[in-house]
């Protein structure tokens, strides 16, 4: 059974760093693009950022861009998401996301059931 | 940053049709085949219920199709279902500079 937990959520102040994680199981991790994606409270769904199967492309969004680091542990079937800077706009729930493969476009076909970052002092 | 442009709500009564709309421009829907459409009950993980404009993953009603005219991207619900009431996102990807992919504003869907 696929399976993708996040974890690392918390409160923090604004300026401060936080951590998420994402342990994937049930699939070749390695074989699988990856995004996290993020929803604000009473707000929608925000791509955040992209990683490649093999981890040699990234992308960001620009609200994110600078601050946010997304990086993977093949070995360890896990995702990450290293939040600097963090500013109020940025509490949400944050969840991690497989797309499938052969799939143009985002195509998520499983989602984590995601972790919430509160940005507030 | 544009999010794709969607219908605050839509509302139907059981058994009937809706039908969901998600304008964006040639740069992401009009420009690729690479519409998905997801649905997300609160707190639970959205749900991937079209991929590629019009392709249903395995599991997935077939009451549910996509279609795409131009910029602008549509889901059709059929045979409206209690169950069906739910939060609806379309997304694509981008040849946007400023992102990779790009979620709508979302919409609401109630059955009455």
């Known amino acids: 059974e696929v399976q993708l937990v996040e974890s690392g959520g918390g409160l923090v102040q604004p300026g401060g760093s936080l951590r998420l994680s994402c342990a994937a199981s049930?699939?070749?991790?390695?074989?699988?693009?990856m995004n996290w994606v993020r929803q604000a409270p009473g707000k929608g769904l925000e791509w955040v950022s992209y990683i490649s199967s093999s981890g040699n492309t990234i992308f960001y969004a620009d609200s994110v861009k600078g601050r946010f680091t997304i990086s993977r542990d093949n070995s360890k079937n896990s995702l990450y998401l290293q939040m600097n800077s963090l500013r109020a706009e940025d509490t949400a729930v944050y969840y991690c996301?497989?797309?499938?493969?052969?799939?143009?476009?985002?195509?998520?076909?499983?989602w984590g059931q995601g972790t919430l970052v509160t940005v507030s002092s | 940053q544009s999010a794709l442009t969607q219908p605050a709500s839509v509302s139907g009564s059981p058994g009937q049709s809706i039908t969901i709309s998600c304008t964006g421009t040639?740069?992401?829907?009009?420009?690729?085949?690479?519409v998905s459409w997801y649905q997300h009950h609160p707190d639970k993980a959205p749900k991937l219920m079209i991929y590629?404009?019009?392709n249903r993953p395995s599991g997935v009603s077939n009451r549910f199709s996509g279609s795409k005219s131009g910029n602008t991207a549509s889901l059709t619900i059929s045979g409206l279902q209690a169950e069906d009431e739910a939060d609806y996102y379309c997304s694509s990807y981008t040849s946007d500079s400023t992102r990779f992919y790009v979620f709508g504003t979302g919409t609401k869907v109630s059955v009455l």
């Open positions: 040639s740069s992401d829907v009009g420009g690729y085949n690479s």
């Open positions: 049930g699939f070749i991790f390695s074989s699988y693009e």
């Open positions: 590629e404009v019009s």
């Open positions: 996301a497989r797309e499938t493969l052969g799939c143009f476009g985002d195509c998520y076909d499983y």
